[in-house]
């Protein structure tokens, strides 16, 4: 089992940013690739960012790239989400998951976090 903790949702004001973290236990943390996925209100989870075990390789989703930056500390066992440039349709609950496979993790990963709800107000 992989447990996961996410923090550092918060209010901020369109333009503005945020730093998610997530927080992993119970087994190997480089031995699985990481990801954030969202879930705006009224609307389907859909994918965000996700890196690889390393943290050489990283995938964006369309709406986010150039603004947000996945990266990871596996010495701390830790994937951050770096949310700049923040606009209103950002507004969701932002979840990490985690799975062996980054394939895999972006169709249906192996395990979640709670999620941490960021608000962005225009």
């Known amino acids: 089992q992989v447990q996961l903790v996410e923090s550092g949702g918060g209010l901020v004001q369109a333009g503005g940013s945020l730093r998610l973290s997530c927080a992993a236990s119970g087994r190997t943390f480089s031995d699985y690739a990481m990801g954030w996925f969202r879930q705006a209100p009224g609307k389907g989870r859909e994918f965000v960012a996700s890196?690889?075990?390393?943290?050489?390789?990283?995938y964006y989703a369309d709406s986010v790239k150039g603004r947000l930056t996945i990266s990871r500390d596996n010495a701390e066992n830790t994937v951050y989400l770096q949310m700049d440039g923040l606009k209103p349709e950002d507004t969701a609950v932002y979840y990490c998951?985690?799975?062996?496979?980054?394939?895999?993790?972006?169709?249906?990963?192996?395990?979640w976090g709670q999620g941490t709800h960021v608000t962005v107000s225009s």
């Open positions: 998951a985690a799975d062996r496979s980054i394939g895999r993790l972006r169709i249906g990963p192996e395990y």
């Open positions: 890196i690889s075990w390393g943290g050489a390789t990283t």
